[in-house]
């Protein structure tokens, strides 16, 4: 399993969204879309699990593409370290 990091998402995108636009490539797992507190609107991140060579095929496929008029960036998710930052791969 393959979690990946969506940049740059509209305001007004949903799970039902990104679902739709990532199923194309495979099963998706798990949506896990960040909103604000206070509005309810999409902050313009998101995390998408899938299986490795799916991810791997909608990293190439959706990244740079453009989704609601802003072009997405779909990037393997970094795993952060235990003093907060993130490591580095070797």
């Known amino acids: 399993m393959k979690t990946m990091f969506v940049a740059n998402l509209a305001p007004d995108t949903n799970e ?24 309810g609107k999409c902050r313009g991140f998101a995390t998408v699990d899938m299986e490795g060579h799916e991810a791997r095929a909608a990293m ?18 970094k795993k952060r370290t235990k003093k907060g930052g993130y490591s580095r791969r070797r």
Request: hydrophobic content about 40%; glycine content about 10%; proline content about 2%.
């Open 16 to 39: 039902d969204d990104l679902c739709a636009l990532f199923s194309q490539f495979g099963k998706v797992r798990d949506v896990k879309l960040s909103h604000d507190v206070f509005s």
């Open 60 to 77: 190439a496929g959706l990244n740079g593409i453009e989704f609601k008029g802003k072009p997405l960036r779909v990037n393997e998710e």
